[in-house]
């Protein structure tokens, strides 16, 4: 469901590392390039699923990052909760145009 070569359509991949991997309010502009990227919940999936800690994906810093897994210490698999958002999302649309 998700797109598997998300990265070759990431907004970030003309970034430079350091715009990428930064600290502090350097990290707000990262998270500008995150915000208008078509992949971002990919990207973030990505990050969650592999335990990533440094850098921004998906739109959240390593620390939001870290957050969210200890709010959500049940999701096994971030891609596959992306998958059945988006499936349920598509379901929806589909009975709304059907007139369900």
């Known amino acids: 469901m998700t797109n598997e070569s998300w990265a070759v359509s990431a907004a970030c991949r003309q970034a430079t590392a350091e715009e990428l991997f ?9 998270k500008q390039i995150c ?22 994906w998906g739109g959240m810093t390593e620390r939001e990052r870290r ?17 059945t958002a988006l499936r349920a999302y598509e379901d929806q649309l589909s009975a709304r145009a059907a007139g369900v």
Not at 22 to 29: L, V
Not at 67 to 83: F, G, K, N, Y
């Open 67 to 83: 957050q969210l897994l200890a709010d959500r210490p049940d999701v096994t698999s971030w891609r596959d909760r992306v998958d």
């Open 35 to 56: 915000g208008r990227c078509t992949v971002r919940v990919e990207c973030l999936a990505e990050a969650l699923d592999n335990g990533i800690e440094w850098g921004v």
């Open 22 to 30: 930064s600290r502090g309010a350097r990290q707000q502009r990262a």
